[in-house]
C-alpha cells in the first residue's frame, strides 16, 4: 500500500540552525511526493514538491530531493528563522490511486531567537 | 489566484443543529476535497468531488453530507453531530485527479460541538 513516514517532534532549533525532516515512503505505484506546512491556526499550504525520481523540489530556501533508491524525500534548510516555526506534512500522491494524498504524521518545528 | 476560502471561520454548533460550511475557489479547479483534522494530527480525507460528482466516500457517517452545486462551490451539511466530531474542517481542490496535482487548501472552519 502507499504510506508515509516522518520523523517524530517536536523539533527545537535555534535561529540560523541547519535543518533536517526525514520522510521516507512506500509506494504501490510512481509516486508524486510533496511537503506542506501549517501555520498555527491556518490551513496547509505547498511548501515544494517533486513528481519524479532526483527531482529537487525547493521554495523559501527550503529543498527537498526525490530520492527513489532510498525512498526518501528529506526536507531541508540551511538557516532556519523564528517565523518557520510551524508543523510539516511530508505526503505522496500514487498513479494507483490518483490525487488522493497520503499524509506523514507532520514534525512540529519550533525555531527560537 | 490561488486561494480557496471557508466560511465560517468558526462555528459553535449543539447536538440536535443542523448547520452547513461552504468552500468556495475560482482557479477552474475541477476535484474539491472535504479533510477533517484533529489537533496535532494530518488530515483525514472525508469525501472527493471529481467534475462535480462524489468519487470517494471515506466511509464517513451519514450526519455528514456533502454537495457540490458547481465546480466552484462545495458544502458540508452537519446534522446531529457528535462531541467528537469536533475538529478543524479543511476543504482543498485540485486542478484534476492526477498524482501531480498539487492541492490548494483553504484556511479551515473551526468547528466545536457541544
Known amino acids: 500500500g502507499n504510506s508515509v513516514t516522518q520523523m517524530e517532534g517536536p523539533v527545537t532549533l535555534s535561529e540560523e540552525a541547519f535543518l533536517t525532516i526525514n520522510c521516507t515512503y512506500t509506494?504501490?505505484?510512481?509516486?508524486?511526493l510533496f511537503w506542506y506546512v501549517q501555520y498555527p491556526g491556518e490551513g496547509l499550504q505547498l511548501l515544494l514538491k517533486?513528481?519524479?525520481?532526483?527531482d529537487k523540489g525547493s521554495n523559501k530556501g527550503f529543498e527537498a530531493t526525490y530520492r527513489k533508491e532510498t525512498t526518501s524525500f528529506h526536507l531541508e534548510k540551511g538557516s532556519v528563522q523564528v517565523s518557520d516555526s510551524a508543523v510539516y506534512f511530508c505526503a505522496l500522491t500514487d498513479t494507483s490511486t490518483g490525487n488522493q494524498f497520503y499524509f506523514g504524521t507532520g514534525t512540529s518545528l519550533t525555531v527560537i531567537p | 489566484d490561488t486561494e480557496v476560502t471557508q466560511t465560517p471561520k468558526h462555528l459553535v454548533m449543539g447536538m440536535t443543529n443542523k448547520k452547513s460550511l461552504k468552500c468556495e475557489q475560482h482557479?477552474?479547479?475541477?476535484?474539491m476535497y472535504w479533510y477533517k483534522q484533529k489537533a496535532k494530527k494530518p488530515p483525514e480525507l472525508m469525501f472527493v468531488y471529481s467534475y462535480e460528482k462524489l468519487s470517494i466516500n471515506e466511509s464517513v457517517p451519514s450526519r455528514f453530507s456533502p454537495e457540490c452545486p458547481n465546480s466552484s462551490l462545495l458544502n458540508l451539511h452537519l446534522h446531529a453531530l457528535q462531541p467528537e466530531d469536533s475538529a478543524l474542517y479543511l476543504c482543498?481542490?485540485?486542478?484534476?485527479?492526477?498524482?501531480?496535482?498539487?492541492?490548494?487548501f483553504g484556511p479551515g472552519t473551526r468547528l466545536t460541538v457541544l
Open positions: 482557479m477552474g479547479h475541477r476535484a
Open positions: 509506494a504501490t505505484g510512481y509516486p508524486s
Open positions: 482543498a481542490s485540485s486542478l484534476g485527479g492526477t498524482r501531480t496535482d498539487t492541492q490548494y
Open positions: 517533486a513528481t519524479k525520481a532526483d
